[in-house]
């Protein structure tokens, strides 16, 4: 369920595929509730299924952020190999609060931010 502007709060329908997507799930066609709500079907990819054009951006886009936090990364030893030692939920945490960010200033604190905790070979909460 997602909502419109005035209604309740939600997560948004572009954030739910962005998820979805990476684990091998598809949305459907929006439909609308009331004036307020609609909500999206979301289902597992059928092996031979075709890509909608927006969906192959979006993962493109995606898997070209997560590289470029790697890279970012990779420039720092000890964090690096802490990290790549984390486990897949510890580094999908680190990896969303870097991706979360809305500006490069935002982005180079959460880095920083990273990088301290990951010396120390801290998870990220």
């Given amino acids: 369920m997602f909502g419109k502007a005035g209604g309740p709060k939600t997560v948004k329908a572009g954030e739910a595929l962005e998820e979805a997507l990476c684990?091998?799930?598809?949305?459907?066609?929006?439909?609308?509730?009331?004036?307020?709500?609609?909500?999206?079907?979301?289902?597992?990819?059928?092996?031979?299924s075709k890509w909608s054009e927006k969906n192959k951006a979006l993962v493109k886009s995606l898997e070209e952020q997560i590289a470029a936090l790697f890279a970012l990364l990779e420039g720092h030893?000890?964090?690096?190999?802490?990290?790549?030692?984390?486990?897949?939920?510890?580094?999908?945490?680190?990896?969303?609060?870097?991706?979360?960010a809305k500006?490069?200033?935002?982005?180079?604190?959460?880095?920083?931010?990273?990088?301290?905790?990951?010396?120390?070979?801290?998870?990220?909460m």
């Fill in 77 to 100: 030893g000890l964090a690096y190999t802490n990290f790549q030692a984390m486990s897949p939920s510890v580094k999908k945490t680190y990896t969303r609060a870097y991706l979360d």
């Fill in 103 to 124: 500006t490069d200033a935002g982005r180079e604190k959460r880095i920083a931010w990273m990088v301290d905790r990951l010396n120390k070979n801290l998870k990220p």
């Fill in 23 to 48: 684990f091998g799930w598809i949305d459907g066609q929006m439909e609308k509730i009331d004036d307020k709500t609609y909500k999206k079907y979301f289902s597992l990819r059928r092996d031979n």
